[in-house]
């Protein structure tokens, strides 16, 4: 049976599997290296895209997606802040003999939302993923919007609070200072968002309502502009589940005087999201 690998390289975490026609046959995760530098999380990719590549039963892969952040092309890896990498081409993150093609990790997930999932009935909608970070992935009539150079969607970075809080990209009072999940934890001095949802302190709340203040001014700015009709919210911060996308509702209708407000909607693929996109890139390219 002929299937496609794919792997959405994560900053803590690898997904990958082999699918077919949207159906995952097989799925595993490994650690991303990241403290080990880029070519150590190169070599991990390769040896990932190796194993999964191999004879398993009746599954024959016929392609290698991978779906990874920064700017990219479908044939390199041009930068990636979060893992140190330039120019790094899509050989050299797979040793097998099959065609390899990369991908934006949010556009992917996106794509695959598109696909799959929430999306898939409305041409303009915000895939929005929040987990260490924030970014987007833009669909306007039904295509996926990447900018001039790619760096479409980076939302995390809207200011929401001129002279907030520092961000880890040199700017001050960006949305991910506030509502990423692992701003959230660590505001808090959690290890992870969970942890501050589950309390009830004075400290655990404001921090709470902060990031879905930030949220919801975020995306009336994002709903004025380009008007989606429906937000998709993606990553380790969705598993709240009403409790983020229910006052996020209230407080976006809030911001919206004059206008209805988008939906608000959990993502259906959860964290295979950016399997499934990963998977879609080499689908499509050996279409």
């Known amino acids: 049976m002929e299937c496609v690998v ?17 159906a995952v046959l097989h799925a595993e995760r490994r650690p991303t290296p990241r403290a080990e530098g880029p070519g150590a999380v190169i070599a991990a990719i390769s040896a990932f895209v190796a194993d999964l590549a191999a004879p398993r039963g009746e599954l024959r892969p016929t392609a290698v997606g991978l779906a990874v952040p920064g700017l990219v092309t479908p044939t390199h890896a041009v930068f990636s802040a979060a893992f140190g990498w ?17 991908g934006h990790d949010v556009r992917s997930a996106g794509a695959a939302e598109l696909a799959y999932g929430a999306a898939r009935a409305e041409p303009n909608v915000l895939f929005l ?27 995390g970075h809207i200011p929401v ?6 961000c ?3 700017q001050r009072g960006c949305l991910a200072a506030y509502a990423s999940a692992s ?13 501050v949802v589950s309390r009830t302190d004075q400290e655990a709340r404001q921090v709470w309502d902060e990031a879905v203040d930030a949220l919801a001014l975020a995306l009336a700015t994002y709903t004025l502009l380009l008007d989606p009709a429906l937000v998709v919210i993606g990553g380790g911060l969705a598993q709240a589940g009403e409790a983020l996308v ?19 909607e959990v993502s259906a693929l959860g964290m295979q999201a950016g399997l499934l996109g990963a998977a879609l890139l080499a689908t499509r390219a050996t279409a």
């Open 6 to 22: 794919g792997i959405d390289v994560g900053g803590t975490t690898m997904k990958g599997g082999l699918v077919r026609d949207g």
């Open 86 to 102: 330039r120019d790094v081409p899509a050989e050299a993150f797979a040793d097998v003999p099959l065609p390899v093609v990369l």
């Open 129 to 155: 993923p929040i987990g260490t970070g924030i970014a987007g992935a833009m669909a306007l009539d039904g295509a996926l919007y990447g900018g001039a150079a790619g760096w479409a969607g980076q939302i």
């Open 161 to 166: 609070h001129p002279d907030g809080l520092p």
């Open 168 to 170: 880890g990209c040199g």
């Open 183 to 195: 701003a959230i934890a660590a505001r808090c001095g959690e290890t992870s968002a969970a942890a």
């Open 246 to 264: 229910g006052p996020l509702r209230a407080r976006l209708a809030a911001r919206l005087a004059f206008r209805r407000p988008p939906g608000v």
